[in-house]
């Protein structure tokens, strides 16, 4: 039962926010940022269009790829016995390569140009991959570790490996904008000790969705509609050593009772993704 | 409980069919009411304020360029409580801030205050909203969202309930227990009491 003492408790809490106002920078930059925003757009709407064969083969390589790839961090690294998330990078933070997790890039292999641009970022490698994701981790040019699922924009950093906290397992993403491939998976990403063989995410309603020989990083191709419920650490004997919820919506999906005139934006997810 | 007067929201949706049709100039007044609904959520959400105003650009820019899924232009303040839970949902269970220096979301806006108002009202003011930010974030990210939809822009348990995709129900257990753990919060209920007798 609502009382009015605890009505006015919080209404007089979250009075000292109610009256703020966004600078006139803020809003100038939103400004720009939507103009340049549809300038790129129409821009790629004058762009010839990519054939479907193209989007059909990114589709089948993300299915088999969530399940099949994780990238193995190097021996160094796999016989440090570090048990924290932590762990699994700061050799390397502290300046031995050969701690590093996953592997360098390819010699002909580039990082997405965004990246390049925004970060100088510093020894990137690849973690984990699924699909079309790549999860780079690199060093950023003051020294703290970063990551970034390469192509979408969404990246995270950290002054030191500390800070990643001493689970087994931590989920990175999907970050504050949700990526959906063709088939509308959204691209799950995390980092995981060295004592996680396997991760797991578990939906509302059907199987699980496994990725075997995790060392380091994952990418697990998420079905939004089956709704996904926590992803899970499993060591090299199958037992569970921790995990995480995903209890917020990986998609934009419409609400059950929707204000009148409001259209969802959801991805519909066509097809199961089995194991 | 929404109050907006009907004068504002035919408004808005001016500028949102203005918007749509490829006036440049409605942009600035749409993003400026995305930024302060947006802002304003993510203030009493978020510990600092650079995070607050990451959120709400991040918001802004994605309400203006989503604008085209609106089906009626008068949703407009719906459509920007959908993403701005969107974003601050993923930004509380995922985002850790790239900044090591940050500048505490109590100070936000009060800086400009010093002079206009005496200095203790404005003590007053950041010891509750440093009080407010530390209490929410030892709830859950859902009822965080709910009590913010609530106390900061008296949306309607309905309207709630459709910005956080669930239904009205959970909405209700959601405040519910959000009251009741701010209730719980003695540093809170003090810094509260204070403002509230010097009001």
């Excluded at chain 1, 031995?96 to 970022?121: I, Q, T």
């Excluded at chain 2, 918001?59 to 232009?73: E, N």
Aim: aromatic share 4%.
């Amino acid at each position: 039962m609502l009382s009015d003492h605890d009505e006015a408790l919080a209404r007089a809490a979250f009075a000292p926010v109610r009256d703020i106002e966004p600078d006139e920078d803020l809003v100038a930059r939103v400004v720009a940022r939507v103009s340049r925003r549809k300038k790129a757009s129409r821009r790629f709407a004058l762009a010839p269009a990519r054939p479907r064969l193209a989007l059909q083969a990114l589709a089948a390589l993300a299915l088999l790829g969530a399940t099949l790839y994780s990238v193995p961090v190097t021996r160094a690294a796999i016989e440090e016995t570090g048990e924290s998330v932590g762990g699994v990078f700061s050799g390397w933070l502290g300046g031995d390569s050969a701690e590093a997790p996953g592997k360098p890039l390819e010699a002909s292999e580039k990082l997405p140009e965004y990246m390049e641009y925004l970060h100088n970022s510093k020894e990137p490698r690849v973690i984990a991959e699924a699909g079309r994701y790549k999860l780079y981790s690199y060093i950023g040019s003051a020294g703290g570790l970063n990551f970034e699922l390469g192509g979408t924009g969404v990246g995270m950093g950290y002054e030191s490996a500390a800070e990643l906290g001493d689970a087994p397992l931590h989920l990175l993403g999907p970050g504050a904008r949700p990526h959906a491939d063709a088939q509308g998976h959204v691209p799950v990403f995390g980092i995981a000790t060295r004592s996680v063989s396997r991760v797991e995410l578990t939906y509302e309603s059907g199987p699980p969705l496994r990725v075997s020989g995790v060392e380091g990083g994952f990418v697990l191709l998420a079905e939004p509609s089956r709704g996904p419920v926590e992803v899970i650490a499993l060591d090299a004997n199958g037992k569970e050593i921790g995990g995480e919820p995903i209890d917020y919506p990986l998609v934009d999906e419409p609400p059950e009772a929707p204000p009148p005139g409001i259209e969802g934006s959801g991805h519909a997810s066509s097809g199961s993704h089995e194991p | 409980m929404d109050t907006e007067p009907r004068e504002i929201r035919e408004l808005v949706a001016d500028q949102v069919r203005r918007f749509r049709a490829g006036d440049g100039d409605a942009a600035e007044p749409l993003a400026r009411r995305a930024l302060r609904m947006s802002l304003r959520t993510a203030s009493a959400l978020m510990r600092s304020r650079e995070d607050a105003a990451d959120v709400a650009q991040e918001v802004a820019v994605d309400v203006l360029g989503s604008l085209g899924k609106l089906r009626d232009p008068e949703a407009f303040d719906a459509w920007v409580h959908r993403i701005t839970v969107r974003h601050a949902m993923c930004r509380l269970k995922k985002g850790r801030s790239t900044r090591k220096v940050e500048a505490p979301l109590a100070l936000l806006d009060e800086e400009g205050l010093r002079g206009a108002i005496p200095d203790s009202d404005i003590d007053s003011r950041l010891a509750a909203r440093h009080a407010l930010v530390g209490a929410l974030s030892r709830l859950p990210a859902r009822q965080r969202m709910a009590l913010s939809l609530r106390y900061v822009h008296d949306l309607p348990d309905a309207e709630i309930a459709a910005a956080l995709g669930c239904r009205v129900g959970t909405v209700h257990a959601l405040l519910s227990r959000g009251r009741r753990s701010l209730r719980a919060d003695h540093q809170l209920v003090e810094v509260t009491l204070d403002l509230k007798e010097e009001g």
